[in-house]
């Protein structure tokens, strides 16, 4: 399929469908310049992720982890929205939008004033103690993390996703690991690690959403975590239309009515130049 012919099916999906249950993945933020996980094939670029077991279990594990947070963060925080995130909370404001779900834990949609936004994994801005339930601002962990690790404040290292950044060739036994003020117990960023179950609650929210929705449309995922995927499986089950927008290949490919493989920054253009959008500043504020 051309990128005209795509763009006018979507035209067509849009107007068909005005309460959109929509679904992001990474690839709506790699334009504000946070790394995405997988290739075009959805294999992973780099090591995978911390398991959530191993976070929890082995002091080794959270040094590492704090090591590359304490590194990446300054970088990672910093990130603005980029044209994506405003089109789809413009969207919102014109009514296309019933419900937004992200897989990304970077607050982008939010900041970009989206306000039907469900963070399926969390949000990275906050941390949260496992033993007491205490959230304290990720800024505040940083903050204690500076002045108990002097010697890694300066270390550069290449961005990964997640503000993690990449240390694996450094020796980080001597990190010191923040810990809740409140009772001294685990602190861990109040994201789903791999191997963690998202909260009953969340899941039911947006499930509940989806049914109200009609039709579901995917951009930037690879949906190769079933966390996302289960999301197409569901529609699919219930009768509801699928359309996705991403430039690689995804694990409900064969579920989708029709695929736009390209950068949604691109779709964005396509939609302004038949009228559907209104047209965009290229770095919004």
């Known amino acids: 399929m051309n990128l005209s012919s795509g763009i006018s099916l979507l035209a067509d999906f849009l107007h068909d469908h005005p309460?959109?249950?929509v679904l992001t993945g990474a690839g709506i933020s790699t334009a504000s310049g946070i790394p995405d996980y997988r290739d075009a094939d959805g294999a992973w670029k780099r090591p995978a992720p911390v398991q959530y077991r191993d976070f929890v279990t082995r002091h080794a594990v959270r040094q590492r982890y704090w090591a590359r947070s304490l590194v990446g963060w300054p970088w990672f925080q910093q990130a603005q929205p980029n044209r994506c995130h405003?089109?789809?909370a413009d969207w919102?404001?014109?009514?296309?939008?019933?419900?937004?779900?992200?897989?990304?834990?970077?607050r982008l949609h939010q900041r970009a004033g989206s306000q039907r936004v469900v963070d399926l994994h969390?949000?990275?801005d906050r941390v949260i103690c496992l033993d007491c339930g205490t959230a304290i601002t990720r800024q505040r962990v940083q903050d204690w993390l500076v002045a108990h690790n002097p010697a890694f404040v300066d270390r550069a290292a290449a961005i990964a996703p997640d503000g993690d950044a990449a240390l694996e060739d450094e020796d980080v036994g001597a990190l010191a690991v923040p810990s809740c003020?409140?009772?001294?117990?685990?602190?861990?960023?109040?994201?789903?690690?791999?191997?963690?179950?998202?909260?009953?609650r969340r899941?039911?929210?947006?499930?509940?959403?989806?049914?109200?929705?009609?039709?579901?449309?995917?951009?930037?995922?690879?949906?190769?975590?079933y966390s996302g995927f289960r999301y197409c499986r569901i529609a699919d089950e219930i009768g509801l239309p699928l359309v996705a927008i991403n430039p690689g290949?995804?694990?409900?490919?064969?579920?989708?009515?029709?695929?736009?493989?390209?950068?949604?920054e691109t779709v964005i253009d396509g939609l302004a130049e038949v009228g559907?959008?209104?047209?965009?500043?290229?770095?919004p504020a």
């Open 19 to 21: 309460r959109l249950f």
């Open 181 to 200: 003020r409140s009772c001294g117990g685990t602190l861990k960023p109040d994201v789903v690690f791999f191997g963690e179950a998202i909260p009953r």
């Open 92 to 106: 919102e404001r014109h009514g296309r939008i019933g419900q937004l779900v992200t897989q990304n834990v970077d």
């Open 249 to 264: 290949r995804t694990r409900a490919d064969e579920l989708f009515r029709f695929k736009l493989s390209e950068r949604f």
């Open 86 to 88: 405003v089109a789809l």
């Open 122 to 124: 969390g949000r990275l």
């Open 276 to 283: 559907l959008n209104p047209p965009l500043p290229a770095d």
């Open 203 to 225: 899941v039911e929210q947006t499930l509940g959403t989806l049914r109200a929705a009609d039709a579901l449309l995917v951009i930037g995922s690879s949906l190769m975590v």
